[in-house]
């Protein structure tokens, strides 16, 4: 059965991204962290290297004693080893969809693959969105398409009223921007929605993207985006303007 990169690329990149901080010791393992094992080496297994599916299992078993932080340090190399060949095979167009703790510029390369697509509409939702998603993201989009930026009306921040009024003074018709909030904590997303068609997930407040854990841009599957478009197109109509 031919392998699915995707995936595989994916789950790899969450897997990461969720590392547990307690494999080196010195107190017990969590049960979430003998989840994670489990995740780890069923998905080394995938890719199909024998050596790194037998080395990940004997040293999952063995994170006791002396040698417990060599082995979860051997589990980890084993892990952004398996990930690196992944995302080697997977699609291009979905790879670099995890980013590493302070890589910026990686986040900005990757959310700017994902606006440039847009021919119509690009809507961002974010509860702490603040003043960067209009001034680094923002100006990604294409020109002509309709950006929406959805907030929560408590958690936005105050920066980003000015960042809005100074973007529309700029640029006016030619890069539509709308930005509007929502009462009552409504928003549980971080996503980017191209064209009420396509929906990226993304882990963390666009604020702080990868600059202090992993962070990761996964694509919805058609059947979540669907559902999600229908929501957050409602959730929209009724949010209040900024």
Not at 77 to 92: D, G, K, Q, W, Y
Not at 175 to 191: E, F, K, Y
Request: charged fraction near 20%; hydrophobic fraction near 45%; include cysteine.
């Amino acid at each position: 059965m031919d392998k699915n990169w995707q995936s595989i690329y994916i789950q790899l990149g969450a897997l990461i991204a969720d590392a547990p901080t307690d494999l080196g010791g010195p107190l017990e393992l969590s049960a979430q962290s003998f989840k994670w094992l489990g995740q780890a080496c069923t998905l080394v297994q995938q890719l199909g290297d024998t050596a790194d599916s037998i080395m990940i299992r004997s040293a999952s078993d063995h994170l006791i004693g002396a040698l417990r932080k060599t082995h979860a340090q051997q589990i980890m190399s084993i892990v952004h080893r398996s990930f690196a060949t992944a995302e080697l095979n997977a699609p291009v167009a979905i790879q670099g969809t995890f980013v590493p703790i302070g890589h910026a510029f990686d986040a900005f390369s990757s959310i700017g693959k994902i606006v440039a697509t847009a021919k119509t509409n690009v809507m961002i939702v974010d509860p702490y969105m603040d003043e960067k998603t209009v001034s680094e993201f923002a100006s990604l989009v294409p020109e002509k398409v309709s950006i929406q930026l959805l907030a929560d009306e408590k958690d936005h921040k105050p920066s980003l009223l000015p960042a809005k009024a100074k973007w529309l003074l700029q640029y006016g018709s030619v890069r539509p921007l709308d930005v509007r909030l929502v009462s009552g904590r409504a928003l549980h997303d971080r996503l980017i929605s191209i064209d009420g068609t396509n929906i990226w997930s993304l882990s963390q407040s666009l604020n702080a993207f990868a600059t202090r854990a992993p962070a990761t841009i996964l694509k919805v599957d058609a059947e979540t985006a669907k559902m999600k478009i229908a929501a957050y197109n409602q959730i929209w109509q009724v949010a209040k303007s900024l």
